[in-house]
């Protein structure tokens, strides 16, 4: 691996300072779980590496009833795994963060992270999308904020231009009678990566379902939301015929790879088994709220 320079700024503004200085030359990372790896094995080239892990603003982990929650970029996903207020409000997120590696990765990284790696695989991603998280990204320019499912652009490539970094995830406060869920399928007991992963979330009026937001990993060349499945369960309750359909139509969304650890078609199946089992996960939590 060649040589790169290390900055560790502890203001925001010293941040993008340092990015705007070096331009495409340099790249923020936080707990450095994957640009590392990357690095070394070539995929990426930088010269300037930004470690944003000692700026309180990305640090923070915020819930307000009214405004939802501020997830900073840097949080690591052992904090939000042993957060309770993370389990009560937003379990399907909160068990996404804990699928990430091993306990040791889980403690160098981070939602924000994940999402800026830019994997069609992630598992955090799909959770974000079905609880209509947005980015908020800051830069010399300005800041602006862009909703989950249009972050990554394409495999290893995302909306962040030079110059910008992701600050914090902003995530509506959840509905009343509503939850999240996240399921993902592995071909063995251990840490891997999604052959498919679907998070769901599902707000409820009375014994119906007044809407409900799918996100779809693993299945196309960047995170997919799943609109006509979570569209067609709106109005009807939650059984079998209505859960199939929402796995069929979620299905029929994907463009998945054949690749070593699974077919197009065998992810196209996995896509509705999923999809139908998170709905009802997500469901069954929403009940209880």
Same mark, same amino acid.
């Given at each position: 691996m060649h040589a790169i320079n290390y900055e560790a700024p502890s203001t925001l503004e010293q941040a993008v300072s340092i990015l705007k200085a070096h331009g495409e030359k340099a790249r923020p990372f936080c707990g450095g779980t994957d640009i /590392? /790896?990357?690095? %070394?094995?070539g995929v990426r080239r930088t010269e300037h590496l930004v470690d944003?892990?000692?700026i309180k603003e990305l640090r923070s982990l915020s819930f307000d009833p009214k405004k939802g929650l501020r997830l900073g +970029? +840097?949080?690591q996903c052992i904090e939000i795994h042993e957060s309770e207020m993370m389990h009560r409000y937003y379990p399907g997120l909160t068990e996404a963060a804990h699928l990430i590696g091993s306990l040791q990765i889980q403690? %160098? +990284?981070?939602v924000g992270g994940n999402l800026c790696n830019g994997s069609p695989a992630a598992d955090t991603t799909p959770s974000l999308i079905a609880l209509g998280a947005k980015a908020r990204i800051v830069g010399a320019k300005g800041e602006r904020e862009v909703p989950v499912e249009s972050f990554v652009v394409s495999p290893g490539r995302t909306v962040l231009e030079p110059g910008e970094l992701l600050v914090e995830l902003? /995530?509506?406060p959840p509905a009343p009678h509503s939850s999240? +869920?996240?399921l993902r399928f592995i071909p063995r007991n251990e840490m891997d990566i999604a052959v498919v992963g679907v998070g769901a979330a599902v707000t409820?009026?009375?014994e119906k379902i007044k809407s409900a937001r799918i996100g779809l990993a693993a299945v196309a060349a960047t995170p997919l939301v799943a609109t006509k499945a979570a569209e067609s369960l709106a109005g009807k309750k939650l059984d079998d015929a209505s859960l199939a359909e929402a796995g069929r139509l979620a299905s029929e969304c994907t463009s998945p790879i054949d690749d070593m650890r699974g077919t197009a078609e065998y992810r196209r199946h996995i896509t509705g088994v999923l999809t139908r089992r998170v709905l009802a996960i997500a469901a069954e939590r929403a009940k209880k709220n």
């Open positions: /590392i /790896i990357q690095l %070394r094995a944003v892990k000692k +970029a +840097a949080v403690n %160098r +990284a981070s902003l /995530i509506p999240d +869920a996240y409820f009026d009375g």
